[in-house]
């Protein structure tokens, strides 16, 4: 890595093999050798950019769902009705979530 770093400034995203040929021209040269010398030798799958941002989108339908907006949701983010009822749905297996029941049962103790 020592001689990459005394030519860092020099090295062009044509210098490159692929894949660092691409990946450099997205993020550039720098990055690009900097990524390689951490990673290097290893096989790395990047799923898709909806996979990565799926929890950040279900945590905010699940922020916007009032009870009854499950089309206005689908729409809002391209899906069906079905999946938004399924994202909402796995909000209610929280074990954070307080339960009605346990509140009133505590309450009926007392």
């Known amino acids: 890595m020592n001689a990459v770093r005394i030519w860092i400034d020099e090295l062009t ?4 093999p692929e894949p660092y040929r691409q990946i450099a021209q997205l993020i550039g040269v720098k990055n690009t050798v900097s990524l390689a010398d951490a990673l290097g030798g290893t096989h790395i799958y990047l799923p ?3 996979s990565a941002l799926r929890s950040l989108r279900d945590r905010k339908i699940r922020q916007e769902f009032t009870g009854y907006n499950y089309r206005e949701l ?3 983010y391209d899906l069906t009705e079905k999946w938004v009822r399924a994202i909402v749905a796995e909000d209610a297996t929280n074990p954070d979530q307080v339960d009605i029941f346990d509140i009133i049962g505590s309450q009926s103790e007392n």
């Open 13 to 16: 995203a044509d210098d490159l």
């Open 48 to 50: 898709k950019v909806e």
């Open 74 to 76: 689908a729409h809002k």
